[in-house]
């Protein structure tokens, strides 16, 4: 059964302290999205990767936030520092080249990120 | 840029009776995927239904139906025989084809929350 796999599940943290989050690709699929979901700004896109290079990292705040894809089993998204407004579910998702068949995009069971 | 817009925030249903969660979009494109997600409490994201864009006839998945109006840039989604289960937050969502290998993350709308009255 593949899947998109994401850890952790819950973070609880304090401000300032630094946050990495981890995403497995579904395997063979070559597109990665990292999302955050508020309830003021719904889904927004926060860095996008295809083939392990980056494509579109303009949704996510520079000074504090970075995206890498070490290998093409493992995606991170990084806080460093985090602040109380990170506070949000970090979903990733991954796709297969072009589209595939579908265009369908598969998300993970996202991470909840709690910033005090 | 794309814009995926859903002007109903929540709607309620009786169950077992039908309805239609609106969507609409912005885009230059002809070619194009459009998508309704579903997300339950779990938060979860599920996909319901998917269109290509050039596709005249509507998708259907079993109580779920689209009405595809490309001209109007119109993506409403049919659920008939509304069950308890169906209760959640659902999201259109667009994504490009691009020709040149660039960017073609799904875009989202707010999202419609949808409750199922017993």
């Known amino acids: 059964d593949a899947r998109v796999t994401q850890t952790p599940r819950h973070k609880v943290t304090e401000m300032g302290q630094e946050v990495t989050m981890r995403c497995q690709p579904i395997?063979?699929?070559?597109?990665v999205f990292w999302y955050r979901q508020t309830m003021m700004q719904g889904l927004e896109l926060l860095a996008y990767?295809?083939?392990?290079?980056?494509?579109?990292d303009s949704g996510m705040p520079k000074d504090r936030f970075s995206a890498e894809m070490p290998d093409a089993t493992l995606a991170t998204l990084k806080i460093q520092p985090s602040e109380p407004r990170d506070s949000a579910v970090y979903f990733c998702?991954?796709?297969?080249?072009?589209?595939?068949?579908?265009?369908?995009?598969?998300f993970g069971e996202g991470s909840r990120l709690t910033v005090l | 840029a794309q814009t995926v817009t859903q002007s109903q925030p929540e709607m309620s249903v009786q169950e077992a009776e039908t309805v239609t969660l609106s969507c609409t979009y912005d885009t230059s494109e002809s070619d194009y995927y459009l998508f309704w997600y579903k997300q339950p409490p779990s938060r979860q994201m599920i996909l319901v239904i998917r269109?290509?864009?050039?596709?005249?006839q509507n998708a259907t998945e079993n109580r779920f139906s689209v009405n595809f109006q490309k001209a109007a840039k119109s993506f409403s989604l049919k659920i008939s025989d509304s069950q308890l289960g169906d209760a959640a937050m659902y999201f259109c969502?667009?994504?490009?084809?691009?020709?040149?290998?660039?960017?073609?993350?799904?875009?989202f709308g707010k999202g419609t929350h949808l409750i199922i009255q017993p």
């Open positions: 395997l063979g699929h070559n597109t």
């Open positions: 269109q290509e864009a050039y596709k005249q």
């Open positions: 990767f295809r083939n392990r290079a980056p494509l579109d």
């Open positions: 998702a991954s796709g297969s080249p072009r589209g595939g068949l579908t265009g369908e995009l598969f």
């Open positions: 969502a667009y994504r490009s084809v691009p020709l040149g290998g660039g960017a073609d993350g799904l875009t």
